[in-house]
């Protein structure tokens, strides 16, 4: 079951990198993203980051993918975080520059994303794993998921957003403890702390996974894109502005012009 992956239908490899397999589907306008190391709990490394990265712009680029879900191959893990054995070996400033470039190459690209991004949490998703669905938009997890930050045992803290992003979506007071004790959680305690939106049985994950999905590409997508970046301006001081110069924006795309007329015509939009 290690290298089964828990979504039907065909993969193809990334043609730099196998760790990286993808599969679109143009009738679904849902990018699958799937984490390739099995046998090491799909640990991130630094060519899986740059990889990753990169397909990421291709699929920003293509206007028929309208949604991405990020996973990992097996059944036992999402991501067990970044990959210890090449981290172990990094001085203080490799470490400040490949966590920079980390966020920026990945971490943030996700979090700014134009397209809903969402984390299908299959199993372990601990450290720079959890940092990753930390980015993502939307989580969803299997019954069997363990989340944590864990890098404080092993004399780090995280380094790619878990310290700023995880008190934003639970609470400061719960982040604390969780990464002050590194305590490992279930997906029934993470459902209850806000950090997942749903958890389902392992074999119904990709379904919800997609329908979430599904849903995200009924949107128009400049909304889509406008409603992100609103949101991820929540906490800074102009997010206000934002919300306002985003939403009259929305006024001038055909899209809008579309959505008003398919409710006034009592029809399903057709978004492009
Ligand atoms: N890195 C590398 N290999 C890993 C790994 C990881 N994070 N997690 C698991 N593996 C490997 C194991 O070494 C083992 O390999 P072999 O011994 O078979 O060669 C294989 O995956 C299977 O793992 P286990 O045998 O341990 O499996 P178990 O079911 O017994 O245990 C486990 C599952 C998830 C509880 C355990 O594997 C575990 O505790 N894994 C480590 C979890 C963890 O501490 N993750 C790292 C958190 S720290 C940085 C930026 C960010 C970070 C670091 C640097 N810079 C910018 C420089 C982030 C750091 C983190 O993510």
Do not use: W
Request: hydrophobic share 40%.
């Amino acid at each position: 079951m290690e290298n089964s992956t828990i979504f039907s239908g065909e993969f193809n490899f990334h043609s730099t990198n196998k760790d990286l397999m993808f599969q679109y589907n143009l009738d679904t306008k849902t990018a699958i993203v799937l984490i390739n190391r099995p046998k090491q709990l799909n640990a991130l490394n630094r060519d899986l980051i740059e990889s990753l990265s990169n397909f990421l712009n291709q699929l920003e680029k293509n206007k028929k993918i309208r949604s991405i879900i990020i996973s990992g191959v097996g059944n036992k893990s999402f991501v067990a975080g970044a990959d210890i054995k090449e981290f172990k070996k990094f001085n203080k400033e490799e470490s400040l520059h490949l966590s920079s470039l980390g966020k920026e190459q990945l971490f943030n690209k996700i979090t700014h994303f134009s397209k809903p991004v969402i984390a299908a949490i299959n199993g372990y998703a601990l450290g720079g794993g959890l940092e990753l669905a930390l980015a993502c938009h939307i989580r969803v997890a299997s019954e069997n998921a363990k989340l944590g930050l864990p890098e404080c045992s092993l004399g780090l803290i995280p380094g790619y957003s878990g310290t700023q992003k995880l008190p934003q979506i639970i609470s400061k007071n719960i982040a604390m403890e969780m990464i002050l004790t590194s305590k490992i959680i279930d997906a029934q305690k993470s459902l209850q702390l806000g950090l997942v939106n749903y958890t389902v049985p392992l074999n119904e994950l990709s379904t919800k996974a997609l329908e979430i999905a599904s849903l995200c590409n009924a949107i128009s997508p400049e909304s889509a894109r406008a409603a992100i970046k609103a949101i991820n301006s929540c906490y800074s001081q102009n997010g206000e502005e934002i919300e306002t110069e985003e939403f009259s924006k929305l006024f001038e795309t055909s899209n809008f012009k579309e959505g008003v007329s398919a409710f006034l015509e009592k029809r399903q939009p057709n978004f492009n």
